[in-house]
């Protein structure tokens, strides 16, 4: 905060600025947000004065202006969006994961959560050439999975190592309900600003650094019978898109799974498609119609 004083700008002589302190105007923003012909009556200074005055320190202090429209291509033209390998979750997250926001899978335990996030990781790292941060918090990553999909998408692991370029792209936390479910409710006073920290953390590493931050969480039942994410309302307000991953009722093996859009700014909500998970971990199309809407999803 800039304080008005003595030849801060042309016109800023002493008598000005001790009339101004006089009605409490202490600082550039006291003057420049002032009415400034009721200043200049009770300050008895020429109205004429204080418009120079304020013009001249406006233009000094006041940032750059910018155009909404060249900040938003501005915005497009430093956004990433990074393929999920799959083509029906790409089309639910219109076109994939885009860098700077933070996208959350819910869903159940065996809905595909890991999944999906391991998928889309080793599509990252091995069909886009970029680097991924895996944070495993609750040590169910299986490294013979992840080798699995590794080699299902490069020829050798030499390859994968040497195509790698660049800094870290995306940044995936599976989960975040094991980090902080022990830390909510109860005696733990804490836990709500802890957790409020953490999205605050995540949400800046995916401006800041420009990546996309993929998270996942589990649900919990709703008074209605339905589902709904766990966490509750205050986390709602974190992820910019969240997907509900469903694994289908008749699926006897590997494969028949749904997701569905939470919440967007870019698609409907309750859009859905279905996709496969093979023997193997890969991601699959199916080709079924997307479905109408979640049947069973309780409020979020």
């Known amino acids: ?41 009770r300050c008895s200074i020429s109205y004429k004065t204080l418009v120079a005055v304020r013009r ?16 938003y291509e501005e915005l497009l033209g430093s956004t ?13 997250l219109d076109s994939g994961l885009y860098t700077g926001e933070l996208t959350e899978f819910v869903g159940a335990p065996g ?31 299986s490294s013979a999975r992840l080798l699995q999909l590794i080699q299902s998408q490069v020829d050798s692991l030499e390859e994968q190592v040497t195509g790698a370029r660049g800094s870290v792209k995306a940044l995936v936390l599976d989960s975040a309900t094991a980090v902080l479910s022990p830390i909510l ?3 733990q006073m804490d836990g709500m600003s802890l957790m409020m920290q953490l999205a605050r953390e995540l949400k800046l590493l995916a401006r800041e650094l420009g990546i996309s931050v993929i998270v996942t969480n589990c649900v919990v039942r709703d008074i209605g019978g339905g589902v709904k994410p766990a966490l509750g309302c205050t986390w709602s307000y974190v992820p910019n898109i969240r997907i509900l991953l469903r694994r289908g009722a008749d699926a006897a093996g590997p494969g028949n799974h749904s997701a ?6 870019r698609q409907p909500t309750r859009m859905s498609v279905e996709f496969d998970i093979t023997s193997s971990g890969t991601l ?17």
């Open 111 to 141: 809905s595909g959560k890991t999944q999906v996030c391991l998928s889309l990781a080793v599509n990252v790292a091995c069909a886009l050439k970029q680097k991924v941060l895996y944070v495993d918090t609750t040590g169910g990553l």
């Open 260 to 265: 569905t859009v939470l919440k967007s700014s």
């Open 80 to 92: 990433a969006i990074l393929s999920t390998g799959n083509q029906s979750l790409d089309k639910l």
């Open 56 to 71: 001249v320190l406006l233009a000094q202090y006041s940032p750059f202006p910018s155009n909404a429209a060249d900040l």
């Open 185 to 187: 409710g109860g005696q």
């Open 1 to 41: 905060m800039v304080i008005l004083r003595e030849g801060i700008c042309p016109g800023a002589t002493a008598q000005l600025i001790n009339a101004l302190k006089e009605q409490n105007v202490k600082t550039v923003v006291d003057l420049v947000s002032a009415d400034i012909e009721d200043l200049a009556q």
């Open 284 to 300: 699959s199309r199916r080709d079924a119609a997307a479905l109408p809407s979640a049947g069973d999803l309780g409020s979020t």
